[in-house]
Structures are given as structure tokens and as C-alpha cells.
């Protein structure tokens, strides 16, 4: 259990650098794109990336998640060569709503004070 935890950590931060770094689609760059987390497998063979993604609408926010998911095998490529791990899992983008619906919240509790 401990080890999935340490290989989502360096998988998260790994994945963050190749999208921030290495990355060369400008759609991508328009908007600011976290890796929030990753959930991989036991065999490590599938992972789930969320990811946070801010931009100025929702049509904008969904053409930069395509670019993601449209970079993915470049981006498992990649770590590749950053992972010290056998088996690179072949990865799964969702798009992590927890951040806006807790700002949805935070707004909804300052409107009522």
C-alpha cells in the first residue's frame, strides 16, 4: 500500500513537469492545468489522472482537457524515461471538479453571512 502511494506521488509530479515542461501544444499553456492526483492500479498496469483545469469558459476548459488527453501517449512516453519503475500504466485523464465546487460553496456561505 505504502509503495502505490509513493509511485501516484512521483507519477503526479512527474506528469505535472512533462504538461508544464515538455509539452509544446499552446491550447494546453492558455489555461492553468493541475495535476490534482493519481490513483494507479495495485498491478500498475492503469492510473487515473485528475486534473484541475482553469480557463476564461467551459468550451475552453474541455478543448485544453482534449489536448491533454490527445498528449497522453507522448506523455507516458516520457516517463518512461523520468520512472524508475517497470511498468508505465497507461494513463486515464478525468477532470477533477472538487476545486470549483468547493469555491461554488465558498461563495454560496458569503452570500448568506
Known amino acids: 500500500m505504502i509503495k502505490i502511494q509513493r509511485i ?4 503526479q509530479k512527474q506528469i505535472a513537469l512533462i504538461i508544464d515542461n515538455e509539452i509544446r ?3 494546453i499553456h492558455e489555461g492553468m492545468v493541475t495535476v490534482t492526483s493519481v490513483a494507479a492500479t495495485p498491478d500498475l498496469k492503469y492510473a487515473k489522472v485528475f486534473l484541475s483545469i482553469y480557463c ?3 468550451e475552453q476548459k474541455q478543448e485544453v482537457f482534449k489536448a491533454i488527453v490527445g498528449a497522453g501517449i507522448f506523455i507516458r512516453n516520457k516517463l518512461k524515461g523520468a520512472m524508475n519503475i517497470r511498468l508505465i500504466p497507461d494513463l486515464t485523464f478525468i477532470i477533477d471538479n472538487s476545486i470549483d465546487y468547493g469555491m461554488k460553496i465558498d461563495k454560496i456561505l458569503r452570500t448568506l453571512k
Open 8 to 11: 501516484n506521488s512521483e507519477l
Open 56 to 58: 476564461s469558459d467551459a
Open 25 to 27: 501544444n499552446p491550447l
